[in-house]
């Protein structure tokens, strides 16, 4: 093998043709623009179902919120008495049930229940019972109680 130095004339470049520059055809933009109507319609179902679930959140947080306000207020009420009341929002998506009631411990013994018959104090189960519209427009339930101690025959 002959060794060619630089200066060899032989040793020019040969110009290529030019490759004539095309766009893409018709069948690869069809393509693109069915994977980008995929990946937007999955963007689309993906940001309504975020939207849903916000709401969702708003509606359980709003009916949380009058659950504790309404049980709070009814715990705090001295001296407690039986009964209760009820009411619901100014536009009508929550109601609002709160009972106040004697306490009885399940499996309670009946000789303690006679014992505590005698004291001036009892136990008192407060709670309250919302009932609202979801953001699927169904209605759902969220209910809180606690316990409170208070005077047995309040005058």
């Known amino acids: 093998m002959a060794h060619r130095s630089r200066?060899?004339?032989?040793?020019?470049?040969?110009?290529?043709?030019?490759?004539?520059?095309?766009?893409?055809s018709l069948i690869e933009v069809l393509a693109?623009?069915?994977?980008?109507?995929?990946?937007?319609?999955?963007?689309?179902?993906?940001?309504?179902i975020s939207l849903n679930n916000v709401a969702a959140a708003d509606e359980w947080s709003r009916a949380l919120e009058t659950a504790e306000s309404h049980l709070e207020a009814a715990?705090?009420?001295?001296?407690?008495?039986?009964?209760?009341?009820?009411?619901e929002s100014r536009d009508g998506r929550i109601r609002w049930v709160t009972?106040?009631?004697?306490?009885?411990?399940?499996?309670?013994?009946?000789?303690?229940?006679?014992?505590?018959?005698?004291l001036a104090l009892r136990l008192f189960?407060?709670?309250?019972?919302?009932?609202?519209?979801?953001?699927?427009?169904?209605?759902?339930?969220?209910?809180?109680?606690t316990v409170r101690l208070g005077p047995k025959n309040p005058t």
Request: hydrophobic share 45%; charged share 20%.
């Open 7 to 24: 200066g060899d004339p032989r040793l020019t470049a040969v110009p290529v043709p030019a490759r004539r520059h095309r766009g893409f």
């Open 32 to 48: 693109a623009f069915v994977i980008l109507a995929l990946v937007a319609t999955a963007l689309f179902n993906l940001f309504a």
């Open 75 to 87: 715990a705090a009420a001295q001296p407690l008495k039986d009964g209760s009341d009820r009411g």
């Open 99 to 118: 009972t106040v009631a004697p306490y009885v411990p399940p499996g309670g013994d009946a000789d303690l229940e006679r014992a505590t018959e005698t």
């Open 125 to 145: 189960r407060i709670s309250v019972e919302v009932v609202y519209v979801g953001g699927d427009g169904k209605s759902r339930t969220l209910a809180l109680a």
